[in-house]
């Protein structure tokens, strides 16, 4: 099995920032992609970034101008960085991993934007 454990998450203000991490650990061998998703309240998972194992990037588009997702091989990160944070980005955050045919998925981590 394979853990996740999102850090990071918080209560900021509209226009700060937030930097998220998520360590995996476990029976980890050949991580391919590695990312985000994020549900707000009253709404479906939505991708927010995901990054491949040689380092290419995919955005959902309102986000692409503020975020940036980058990830360490050798120890098993995936880390979300978030700046111009707005209200409706108020969500849990969620990583995941896929390793060979499985989706492996942490708990989440709580983000809140005050306007």
């Known amino acids: 099995q394979v853990q996740l454990v999102e850090s990071g998450g918080g209560f900021v203000q509209a226009g700060e920032s937030l930097r998220l991490s998520c360590l995996a650990s476990?029976?980890?061998?050949?991580?391919?992609?590695m990312g985000w998703y994020r549900q707000a309240p009253g709404k479906q998972r939505e991708l927010v970034a995901l990054?491949?194992?040689?380092?290419?990037?995919n955005y959902a588009d309102s986000m692409k101008d503020r975020f940036t997702i980058s990830r360490d091989n050798a120890k098993n990160t995936v880390t979300l960085q978030m700046d111009s944070l707005k209200p409706e980005d108020t969500a849990v955050y969620f990583c995941?991993?896929?390793?060979?045919?499985?989706?492996?998925w942490g708990q989440g981590t709580q983000v809140t934007v005050s306007s």
């Open positions: 990054i491949t194992s040689g380092g290419i990037t």
């Open positions: 995941y991993l896929v390793q060979r045919w499985s989706t492996f």
């Open positions: 476990g029976s980890i061998s050949s991580i391919g992609a």
